[in-house]
């Protein structure tokens, strides 16, 4: 099988994938924590 | 015959609606954890009230078993399937808030030994791989992604390699089945070798996230071993996923040179594509920690969240191993990733007790 040379299309930039909604998310929280909004999380 | 990983056809759904769709998933992940929580909590108590000799299983294990006992009886119905494969989103969210319980210096000092290690392991790995599946004459773009997932990150690598290389679906399928299969195993096996050799938390942790190939199973059969294990097993799976993108950029060269795969136009903005942004998370979380942005009480905080998102994860990893569905797969991929594995956590276990004496960490 042979293919052309062309190139591999890369993600919409728009388009946040799992990798980065996981970074948001998890950001979003520390801040909450920061501001606290969360005082204590128990475990 | 390659039907244990189907990848769903992704349907256009409104935004709300596909929100909804996750919640009972995830409801399911929150009550497994949730439950293994309660078991640790409560069996040892009952067992010691009535003069029992049980072990002390942590919840980590109780709930990767309770999701491998509804997996592997009556499955997963379908309307938790979405929310449960969020259990990816969980995993990557809670290395990202574990960064708060890691100061700078120590990801420095650790990330730069694991680093070394993990390059010579990448090299070794995908050296073995290659060698053995040429040995059980397996198709050469299998080989490919055979080595790329037990080298780097397993399921993740093999998806991404994929892609870059034109590799058929049945290949890849093999590939991430027997990954999986092997990632099942290395849960309950590796604790055990690591008890028996009586390895240090940092030696047992450094290992677990060399030779682990699946973050989430690399999580938790640190976490499974010791907290510190776990933070470690993290932290050095986390150094190798960061490698990703340079070695499937490198197979997709190799490939594009034999005229079998797409060239790679920009490879800068193939780099970032491909490069896991919850290690950038995880070190930005670290570095707001160690310039002291966060109150001790509110890093005790984040590092409770963390292990909320891992419960999660641990719950989703049982629910979605199904040892039917992998002994469909056929013996040989996964003979060979099973040699390959062995050999990869033999070679990887000489190095990590090489480099704690060398090293002294």
């Not at chain 2, 929580?37 to 002390?56: D, I, M, R, S």
């Not at chain 2, 190798?240 to 060269?253: H, P, Q, S, T």
């Amino acid at each position: 099988m042979s293919i052309d040379e062309k190139e591999v299309p890369l993600e919409k930039p728009w388009r946040l994938s799992l990798d980065s909604w996981a970074v948001v998310v998890a950001l979003l929280a520390a801040l909450l924590v920061r501001a606290g909004v969360f005082k204590h999380i128990p475990w | 015959m390659a039907d244990a990983v189907v990848i769903p056809q992704v349907q256009p759904v409104q935004p709300a609606l596909r929100f909804l769709r996750l919640i009972p998933g995830v409801l399911l992940l929150a009550a497994i954890g949730y439950a293994g929580k309660l078991l640790e909590q409560n069996v040892g108590k009952y067992a010691k009230a009535h003069h029992w000799v049980f072990p002390n299983i942590e919840y980590v294990l109780w709930a990767i078993l309770l999701g491998l006992l509804i997996s592997n009886t009556v499955g997963v119905p379908e309307i938790f399937r979405t929310g449960v494969a969020t259990y990816e989103f969980w995993l990557k969210a809670g290395i990202v808030l574990l960064g708060a319980r890691f100061l700078l210096g120590d990801i420095l000092k650790l990330g730069g030994v694991s680093l070394l290690l993990v390059a010579i392991e990448i090299t070794g790995a995908i050296a073995f791989m290659t060698f053995l599946g040429r040995v059980f004459h397996l198709k050469p773009k299998l080989i490919t992604l055979l080595a790329v997932g037990s080298a780097v990150c397993g399921v993740s690598a093999i998806i991404a390699t994929k892609g870059a290389i034109d590799a058929d679906d049945e290949d890849s399928s093999f590939s991430i089945a027997a990954i999986l299969a092997l990632g099942a195993l290395a849960l309950f096996t590796f604790p055990l070798i690591g008890h028996y050799l009586h390895l240090g938390d940092r030696a047992y942790g450094i290992w677990a996230g060399l030779a682990v190939d699946n973050t989430a199973e690399a999580t938790a059969a640190g976490a499974l071993y010791s907290d510190a294990a776990g933070k470690l097993a993290v932290l050095v799976k986390s150094t190798r996923n960061a490698m990703i993108g340079f070695v499937v950029l490198a197979y997709a060269i190799y490939w594009a040179s034999q005229g079998q795969a797409k060239a790679v136009g920009n490879k800068a903005a193939f780099l970032w594509q491909k490069f896991p942004k919850f290690v950038l998370g995880f070190l930005l979380i670290s570095v707001l920690a160690t310039y002291q942005f966060f109150s001790k009480d509110q890093v005790g905080a984040l590092g409770n969240l963390s292990r909320w998102a891992f419960l999660l994860t641990f719950a989703g990893v049982g629910l979605r191993t199904n040892f039917r569905d992998m002994r469909k797969q056929g013996l040989r991929p996964f003979a060979v990733g099973a040699i390959g594995e062995v050999v990869i956590a033999v070679f990887t276990l000489g190095l990590v007790v090489g480099a704690e004496k060398f090293f002294g960490f």
